[in-house]
């Protein structure tokens, strides 16, 4: 399934790096969703983009940044990230944020070490 | 915030029904529920959602009672490429929506 992409799949990065992973969906969806999944815990939301706007954002330390430039790509850019920034990172687009019903679709993910 | 709650992991023999209960005790009059299976390292994948009573696909069940809850999932027939992490999540608008909890960690047994 290719609806939603993630690039890159794995990153390794220093403390002191910069970086951005990108996400692109291809379902026609308003809006795009960061989680942040660490070993063994549940999915934490990070970010909401709905037609390009952040609706949410979930007391994230600075040193992520997202970015949407347009309702199919999303971008997380990281600066000075922190070894337990280490993570699966997880990309959702989906159709509208504002009906119970709605559904989100995940991209794979982009496996993060932050040495 | 409409929290949920799943027991924690569970075994199951291949060839089972597999059944999968989520409490969502505060739930709201709009919000639908939505279940996700997840595999190592990968994204979570939709495989279903009601509103209330039955809702049946080519994937799985997903029972609701009247009060609704909570709600059960069922997997028929489980094989071993079902072994994942099983999230149930109640969609609530408004501070800390979209919460996964912890979900359920389903291992089929040959």
């Keep these: 399934e290719t609806g939603v992409t993630q690039t ?3 990153l390794v990065m ?5 970086k951005s ?18 070993a063994k815990k549940p999915l934490e939301l990070m970010f909401v983009y709905s037609l390009e706007e952040r609706v949410e954002n979930n007391s994230v330390p600075s040193r992520f940044s997202p970015e949407c ?15 337990e920034d280490s993570a699966l990172y997880l990309c959702a687009s989906s159709q509208d944020p504002g009906q119970g019903a709605d559904t989100q679709y995940f ?6 070490t932050v040495l | 915030l409409a929290k949920t709650t799943q027991p924690i992991s569970m075994d199951s023999y291949e060839g089972q029904e597999v ?15 939505t279940w996700y299976q997840q595999f190592p390292s990968q994204g ?3 495989i279903i959602q009601g509103y209330k009573t ?10 609701i009672p009247a009060d609704r809850k909570s709600s059960t999932l069922s997997l028929p027939r489980v094989s071993l490429s079902d072994t994942a992490v099983y999230y149930c999540l109640v969609l609530t608008y408004g501070n800390n929506r979209l919460a996964f909890g912890k979900g359920n960690q389903v291992v089929v047994i040959p």
């Design chain 1, 107 to 112: 991209g794979p993910g982009t496996r993060l």
């Design chain 1, 8 to 10: 890159p799949r794995h």
């Design chain 2, 54 to 63: 039955k809702v049946t696909n080519e994937v799985a069940s997903l029972f």
């Design chain 2, 44 to 46: 979570p994948r939709f």
């Design chain 1, 21 to 38: 992973l990108k996400c692109e969906q291809h379902l026609g969806h308003n809006a795009m969703y960061w989680y942040k999944q660490s």
């Design chain 1, 14 to 18: 220093g403390m002191t790096n910069k």
């Design chain 2, 19 to 33: 059944n999968i209960t989520c409490s969502h005790n505060n739930i709201a009059t709009n919000d639908y529920i």
């Design chain 1, 69 to 83: 430039p347009n309702s199919s790509h999303l971008f997380l850019h990281l600066h000075t990230l922190q070894p």
